[in-house]
């Protein structure tokens, strides 16, 4: 009988930095899973730590139920990264409105319809409330190139877009979720969140949306 330990040097997720010890050499454990004192001396050296999951029992090398490690440069180049396109949003967010359409009977008081320069091209709108934009729809624009009739719906995510499927009663299609039959019905997606059964609201049960 032999008994056999392995051993990992945790690294960073990114661009598998190893972990060292105080002399500069890879620091050696026996599972991906750290203890809490080297996340905490990790985490004193700029290292962003997620810990792994103990009730999952993969093995000592499982990178799912290990702790996941970002190390301090690559940490700083994905804050840099997120700050840049923050910034790209916020500028392209203050680009000056060259068109507005007020959905307040739709949507409620404050939501807006905007366009900036290029918008109107790609049929794309901004949804705005008091200013603040919540997301974009646009109409779908196939392989070809050509336009659809039906919208998509994607609201504002962190640093994002989540798409908003369209729910049963405002789809395009019976048997898709993907598009919505309207460009206001795609807003109103947005704006309230309905839900998957709710019906399609009055103001959308008799006549189809008039495009602005
Ligand atoms: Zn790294």
Redesign the pocket.
Known sequence: MYSFRMVLVP???????DVLDDDGRPLYVTARLLDSDLRRQLTAQGWQVTPGDPTLNRGPADPIAGDR???????L?AAAAADAARQRRDASDALPRTKTVDLAARLGAGWTLTQRAGDAARHRWLVEHDGTVHGHVNRYRRKDRTFSSGWEAHRRADLGHLRVDAITSCAKLRNSSFLWSSRDLAAWGIATAPRHTAPRPAWATRTQTTEA
Do not use: I
């Not at 690294?11 to 930095?17: F, S, V």
């Not at 490690?69 to 940490?75: E, I, K, Q, R, V």
């Open positions: 690294h960073c997720r990114e661009c598998r930095t490690l970002t190390c301090p440069a690559c940490g180049a």
